[in-house]
């Protein structure tokens, strides 16, 4: 049975689309019990000899990152990695960023020769435009480069981007997509609550979901919510879930019928996105776009940005819309036709529903141990079985 070390810089208790990705795999390795050593930073204010997570999660001090003050930057410990990589001997390391742990993880894979995998999922040469930091772009675009020359696999999760990448010179690119857990997110979680807690009045509830920062497009958002014409907008309420550091921008400059709820998870968050009528998602920097299939997952219909993995996740005029990334009067239109429309409304939920309940967590990570085998059979010359889950 395989053993696989895992080195990233972000993981819970941080809130982002890598760090639930990485959760919920170690939840299914532990299920299926499949060894693996878990390599990430420390929490702020955490105690690193506490077990938080597992006993096989090692933690390293670290420091709050500048573009992303709740994502952390860690200062690993490479005598401890060492020490813990010959001590559990991993048949296959997987490094999921390009930063400090990640860089940590490369060298010990080549140092030890042990098979290195890596997954890409942030297109961080597309965020330096929103920093104003562009004149940084070839320095990070040669960088990524040489980090990710070294993988057997590197794993994308939508064609999208794998083939952005393919144009920029990368090989060994894979798809390893991303699930949607369809009992924490159903549409069984719709509740009156959610009306009453925010006091919205009107008939139809839009919602967004994700990090209140520039890469989401946030201004689009507001350019949108400003635009719909006056009788629709007496028919909507925005709930806009999330935080972030344009959470006190948005809510200065925000339209009287939109209310910010902060940081929602759990089962708060499945209820506002079950009792959404409408998800709209802007953001045209995604590689794949968790919360547009956790809103499906609700039974919600999403009008999202044609870019990036979000493309491949909507099917227009069947589970949603797509508009041009930027274009506010292509959203303001697909708004205002489904709201004028509500049986088709409903109809496009349903069917995101279904589509939901076709992307299975375990499907997603049975493909990826998968890949693992076809690694370590290329590496080793003969079949490599990894586990129950695999052999199905």
Same mark, same amino acid.
């Given at each position: 049975m395989v053993k696989v070390a895992i080195f990233t810089d972000t993981f819970s208790p941080q809130v982002n689309g890598v760090a639930r990705t990485f959760q919920r795999f170690v939840e299914y390795l532990e299920r299926n019990q499949i060894n693996y050593r878990l390599f990430v930073p420390a929490a702020a204010g955490?105690?690193?000899?506490?077990e938080r997570f597992s006993k096989q999660v090692l933690r390293f001090t670290s420091l709050p990152f500048?573009?992303?003050p709740e994502c952390r930057m860690a200062f690993p410990n490479l005598f401890k990695i060492k020490k813990e990589l010959e001590e559990f001997q991993p048949d296959l390391i997987h490094v999921a960023t390009p930063f400090n742990m990640g860089l940590s993880g490369l060298y010990y894979g080549k140092k030890l020769n042990i098979p290195l995998v890596s997954s890409y999922h942030t297109n961080f040469d597309q965020y330096l435009q929103y920093y104003r930091l562009e004149f940084l772009s070839g320095w990070l675009?040669?960088?990524?480069?040489?980090?990710?020359?070294?993988f057997h696999k590197i794993f994308v999760p939508s064609n999208h981007t794998k083939m952005e990448l393919l144009q920029r010179g990368y090989a060994n690119i894979h798809i390893w997509s991303r699930g949607v857990d369809c009992a924490q997110f159903s549409p069984q979680f719709y509740t009156d609550r959610i009306r009453e807690k925010y006091k919205i009045d009107a008939p139809y509830l839009l919602s967004f979901a994700g990090r209140l920062a520039p890469?989401? =497009?946030? =201004?689009?958002?507001?350019?949108?919510?400003?635009?719909?014409?006056?009788?629709?907008?007496?028919?909507?309420?925005?709930?806009?879930?999330? =935080?972030?550091?344009?959470?006190?921008?948005?809510n200065q400059s925000k339209p009287d019928n939109m209310t910010l709820t902060g940081y929602l998870s759990g089962r708060e968050l499945a209820e506002v996105y079950a009792t959404s009528d409408l998800f709209v998602f802007p953001s045209g920097t995604e590689t794949f776009g968790n919360v547009v299939l956790e809103a499906h997952a609700s039974g919600t219909a999403v009008i999202g940005a044609k870019a990036g993995g979000v493309q491949e996740i909507i099917r227009p005029g069947r589970t949603g819309y797509l508009c041009e990334k930027g274009n506010v009067e292509q959203f303001v239109n697909c708004i205002s036709a489904l709201i004028e429309h509500p049986g088709v409304l409903k109809a496009m939920g349903r069917e995101a529903r279904a589509y939901a309940l076709t992307q299975s967590w375990d499907v997603i990570f049975n493909d990826l141990l998968l890949q693992y085998e076809g690694v370590l059979r290329n590496r080793q010359g003969s079949p490599v079985r990894l586990s129950?889950?695999?052999r199905g």
């Open positions: 955490e105690n690193l000899y506490k500048f573009l992303y675009s040669r960088y990524m480069k040489w980090f990710y020359k070294s890469e989401k =497009d946030l =201004d689009i958002l507001l350019r949108i919510a400003h635009s719909l014409n006056p009788e629709v907008k007496k028919k909507v309420h925005w709930l806009i879930v999330g =935080d972030g550091p344009l959470f006190k921008e948005i129950h889950a695999v």
